[in-house]
Every structure is written in C-alpha cells, then in structure tokens.
C-alpha cells in the first residue's frame, strides 16, 4: 500500500536518524513493536473511540515488554508518538522500512528462503554463502516453510527471485511439453 509506506517514510527516516549509534538494539525492539501492532484486533482497540492514547499505549507497551525485557524510554517515546499521531497501524511498514534502512547502511539485503522442509544451521549458512556469492551482496536471511515446493528452495531477494525448487522445474517441464 503506497499510502502507508509514503506515512511510515518519515518516522522510519527519524528514528534512524535519532537511533544512528544503536541500531541494531533498535531494530530489536521496533520489530517487537511492529509485531505488536500488527494484530487486527489491537488495531480495533485503539480505534475505538471510547479508549484514549494512554490506554492504548498502556496495552502496548505492556504487551512488547515484560519483567526480563522492558522497553528502552527511546522505545517508549517512540511509541507514545506514533500513537499520539494515529500511525499505529503504520508500525509494522515503519519497522519495514527502519530495517531497510538500517540494512543499506551495513551493506545488506534482506532475503526470504522459501524452503519446502525445515533447514538446520549448517545448511542454512551453506544457502546463505551461495546466495550472498549469487547476488553479490551481504544477506539478511529469514526461513518460511512452503510445502508446495516439494522440494529444494525459492529465494526472493529484493525484487530478485531465484527459483530451484521441484514445483519450478514440474512447470518449466509441463510448459515444455505443452509448447
């Protein structure tokens, strides 16, 4: 959606800008955040005209911290702004947007493996020496499961795709044969 990323572009630039020397402890806890906001039914309840900014920042901010792990101030008064300002819903797309940042400034690309099977570490650092060798860039690697695969893996790597798994190769055959 156009529209969000174009109101998350700002608080994503600020909070990088004003986190510059700690940023990976920031994306720690703007992913935690963004995972919180993301629920449709908080977005309700912060919606709802009957609840006020403190309430909402309150369900929050207890529910991304706990006694191990509070939420840093510089956390807080993130938050308490975007609630304040009405972009709770643009959280996760600011989150997105933080991590870009803060991936293009260490030289890095996030990248989704499609696997059809659970991978080990070892085998995921095979992949992921591979891939950084295949698009010649440092990669930031997250695993989903997608059973339809069949087998091997899908890559997606900005707007890169490099598909190796069973399910491309039955349809690079079947359009084979049709043709």
Do not use: C, H
């Not at 975007?82 to 947007?97: H, Y």
């Amino acid at each position: 959606m156009a529209e969000l990323a174009t109101i998350a572009r700002p608080y994503a630039d600020a909070l990088y800008k004003a986190q510059g020397s700690d940023l990976a402890t920031t994306a720690l806890w703007v992913d935690k955040l963004a995972a919180v906001a993301g629920n449709a039914q908080l977005l309700q309840f912060a919606d709802s005209p009957k609840v006020s900014v403190d309430q909402v920042f309150d369900v929050v901010a207890g529910v991304a911290s706990n006694a191990n792990d509070p939420l840093p101030e510089a956390a807080r008064n993130f938050l308490r702004l975007v609630i304040e300002n009405g972009r709770l819903s643009a959280l996760p797309e600011i989150a997105s947007q933080f991590r870009s940042l803060k991936n293009a400034a260490g030289g890095m690309t996030d990248a989704v493996v499609f696997s059809a099977f659970p991978m080990d570490e070892q085998a995921l650092n095979d992949i992921a020496a591979v891939l950084e060798k295949r698009f010649g860039r440092k990669l930031g690697i997250k695993v989903e499961l997608d059973p339809s695969l069949i087998g091997g893996i899908r890559a997606v790597v900005g707007d890169e795709v490099l598909d190796t798994s069973v399910k491309a190769r039955l349809e690079q055959m079947k359009m084979a044969l049709i043709a």
